[in-house]
């Protein structure tokens, strides 16, 4: 099978879980994960469909939204304060953002670029030591803090679930939905309306994902690899 029928499957997949769940299949963006391919395979999801891609590295990113301007490109990967610039140059949507630094680094740059920068606040909900992101408690004080930079705009949250543990990645799907609705009962309807982004879920764990809840799913090896199976 090639990446364009796997890209489709995955497409028609997605929409068949949203139904299962009484969900529109519109709510629920498919982020293919490009970072362990070529300009070649992108072009090939393209070709199938695909508009919105993910790259964690900036210098991967750059290159193929620069090669790609047709498609929406995702920042996942781990924010450096030095490479900022060239994130912001190039994301539509960065993921990952859990420290205040580069909340305040991410203002300066998209106020250079002219731009304001939509993010995610990635939670760990688990609690794993090797996991980035911000303590479920502390997401307001970080949400509070953004509210106040002209250039950054919190479009929701990201979390990374366990692998290969299906009943702790739902656990996680569910806590981070759990405090989504939270946060966004306690915003003003203005706000309430752009906070509207839940990215989680990945290849072997996305169908959990979008039951709990998830808007935006981030697959890669499920669309780019041919040895992955579901
Ligand atoms: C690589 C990556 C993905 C995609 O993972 P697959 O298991 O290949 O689907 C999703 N999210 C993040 C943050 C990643 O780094």
Redesign the pocket.
């Given at each position: 099978m090639g990446i364009e029928q796997r890209y489709a499957n995955v497409a028609a997949e997605v929409a068949a879980v949203c139904r299962e769940a009484g969900r529109d299949p519109a709510e629920v963006t498919v982020v293919a994960?490009s970072?362990t391919v070529g300009p070649d395979a992108v072009a090939r999801a393209l070709a199938a469909g695909a508009r919105d891609f993910?790259e964690?590295r900036p210098d991967g990113l750059a290159e193929k939204a620069a090669a790609f301007p047709q498609a929406t490109w995702h920042f996942?990967?781990n924010i450096q304060s030095r490479r900022i610039p060239d994130i912001v140059r190039s994301a539509a949507l960065v993921?990952?953002l859990f420290e205040e630094r580069h909340a305040r680094k991410i203002d300066e740059a998209a106020a250079v670029a002219g731009k304001v920068q939509d993010v995610l606040l990635e939670v760990n909900v688990s609690g794993e030591e090797s996991k980035g992101g911000l303590a479920p408690g502390d997401v307001r004080a970080l949400l509070d803090v953004c509210a106040r930079l002209p250039h950054v705009r919190v479009r929701g949250l990201m979390t990374?679930a366990p692998q290969g543990d299906p009943a702790a990645a739902r656990a996680v799907f569910e806590g981070l939905a759990n405090l989504y609705a939270q946060l966004r009962a306690g915003l003003d309807p203005a706000q309430a309306a752009l906070f509207d982004g839940l990215s989680m879920g990945?290849?072997?764990d996305w169908r959990e994902a979008v039951r709990a809840g998830a808007t935006i799913v981030?697959?890669?090896?499920?669309v780019f690899?041919d040895a992955f199976e579901a």
């Open positions: 994960v970072k993910g964690n996942i990967g993921h990952s990374m990945m290849s072997e981030r697959i890669g090896r499920a690899d």
